[in-house]
Structures are given as structure tokens and as C-alpha cells.
């Protein structure tokens, strides 16, 4: 059965960090793209930094580049996003996406909210 288990999302004051977390489990995880994407509310959902299979070359939104960090850990079926420096732009909810597969199958977590305030 398909599923993410995302973590680590809550309140922070500007300047502070956040560490999130994406369990996933059903697929065969090693063989997919890995990626978080944000929506904030009245816009469009964004990509925030994506990381291969092999965990090279990960892709960051400008927005973000130098403050958050993507990684996976393929034996353990997890992504995370470290956010550093975080602002209150980064308000968001955040969601777990991979994409890949033999049939470039995506799927999606459910999402967990960062909020970013003084």
C-alpha cells in the first residue's frame, strides 16, 4: 500500500530552521525522482528542490538555493528538506512528491505546513 508519512513541519520565528521528513513506503523508492513542492495559499503549487535516484545534482528554486538542502537516504525510504534562514515567504504547505518508475508513475504526501512569523 502506497504511503508518505511527512513530519517535521510547525511554527518558526524568521531566521530559524526547520528539518522535514517524507517516509515512504508501496514503491519501489530507489528507482525515483524525489522531490518537495510548496503551495502557499492563493498560489500555485512550486517545486522546491527535486533529487535524483542517485542523489546527484539536486535541483533547487531559486527562492531557496544557499538556505535549504535536499537529501534521501534510499535504504531507509526517506527524503528530507533542511531549511535554514527560513522567511516568512517560505509560509507554505509542503508536500512530498516522487516520480519515476517503469509507467513514470507520481504520487503525492498529503502535505505539512510550515509557517514562518514572528
Known amino acids: 500500500q502506497l504511503q508518505f508519512v511527512e513530519s517535521g513541519g510547525g511554527l518558526v520565528q524568521p531566521g530559524g530552521s526547520l528539518r522535514l521528513s517524507c517516509a515512504a513506503s508501496?514503491?519501489?523508492?530507489?528507482?525515483?525522482?524525489m522531490s518537495w513542492y510548496r503551495q502557499a495559499p492563493g498560489k500555485e503549487r512550486e517545486l522546491v528542490a527535486a533529487i535524483s535516484s542517485v542523489s546527484s545534482s539536486p535541483n533547487y528554486a531559486d527562492s531557496v538555493k544557499g538556505r535549504f538542502t535536499i537529501s534521501r537516504d534510499n535504504a531507509k525510504n526517506t527524503v528530507n528538506l533542511q531549511m535554514n534562514s527560513l522567511k516568512p515567504g517560505d509560509t507554505a504547505v509542503y508536500y512530498c512528491?516522487?516520480?519515476?518508475?517503469?509507467?513514470?508513475?507520481?504520487?503525492w504526501g498529503q502535505g505539512t505546513q510550515v509557517t514562518v512569523s514572528s
Open positions: 508501496g514503491f519501489t523508492f530507489s528507482w525515483y525522482m
Open positions: 512528491n516522487a516520480r519515476g518508475g517503469r509507467y513514470d508513475n507520481e504520487y
